[in-house]
């Protein structure tokens, strides 16, 4: 158990409608990454949130945006659902905002969009 | 373009064998990570080598950093069922860069 938990585990859903994920950061990490893994992409990294704050961003698309909330939880909003989007999501944490913290992954969303 | 290439992607062997994975880049890294994942989880920290020429064990896990800084490799001896699993390389361009890159992935499959 990493200490990272993220909700729900599994999301099954239509193309064009809208979801949130939700992660729950280690106590104490102020650093949250959110990832998208699928098959033929691998892990991409999507954004990154520190103490509130966004970081740094990846390959994210213009429909989906995320926050960190004053407690540190974060969110992942997709929009606009496309078939393509269906992946494992991740979300990690660490403690500080470098590059080799160690970053603590989440058991992951698997979104379905049919 | 994937920054980091992982071989060979998928790898099937018998208890007892010996295996390298090895994570290759065009790019210097400051520091890579190995990982591994195991289905329906997250990925798990194994290592993470900061030195160039580092080398580091972990019990029959013996991880290298490239002279170089632009790969690394992952060599297992003696694998057992409980290695299998999907193991990542990740690399950080710079300590000021918190995005991490992952690898291709290797796929390894230990069979009884």
């Known amino acids: 158990d990493s200490g990272v938990t993220q909700t729900p585990k599994h999301l099954i859903t239509a193309t064009g409608q809208r979801v949130t994920l939700r992660c729950s950061p280690r106590s104490g990490d102020l650093s949250v990454y959110w990832y998208q893994q699928s098959l033929d992409q691998g892990l991409q990294f999507l954004i990154q949130?520190?103490?509130?704050?966004?970081?740094a961003k990846g390959n994210i698309l213009e429909r989906f945006s995320a926050q960190q909330f004053p407690d540190l939880h974060s969110e992942l909003n997709l929009s606009s659902l496309e078939l393509g989007d269906s992946a494992l999501y991740f979300c990690?944490?660490?403690?500080?905002?470098?590059?080799?913290?160690?970053?603590?992954f989440g058991p992951g969303t698997r979104l379905t969009v049919l | 373009t994937q920054l980091l290439e992982q071989s060979p992607q998928f790898l099937s062997i018998q208890e007892g064998e010996n295996l390298t994975v090895y994570c290759n880049s065009s790019s210097v890294f400051s520091s890579l990570q190995w990982y591994r994942q195991e289905p329906g989880e997250g990925p798990v920290l194994l290592v993470t080598?900061?030195?160039?020429?580092e080398v580091k064990k972990l019990k029959r896990l013996t991880f290298q950093f490239g002279d170089a800084r632009k790969d690394s490799s992952l060599h297992i001896t003696a694998a057992q069922t409980g290695d299998t699993g999907l193991y990542l390389c990740a690399g950080a361009r710079s300590h000021n860069t918190d995005k991490l890159i992952f690898g291709t992935g290797t796929r390894l499959q230990v069979f009884p």
């Open positions: 080598v900061v030195t160039g020429g």
């Open positions: 990690a944490s660490s403690p500080q905002d470098s590059g080799t913290d160690t970053q603590y």
């Open positions: 949130y520190y103490n509130g704050e966004e970081r």
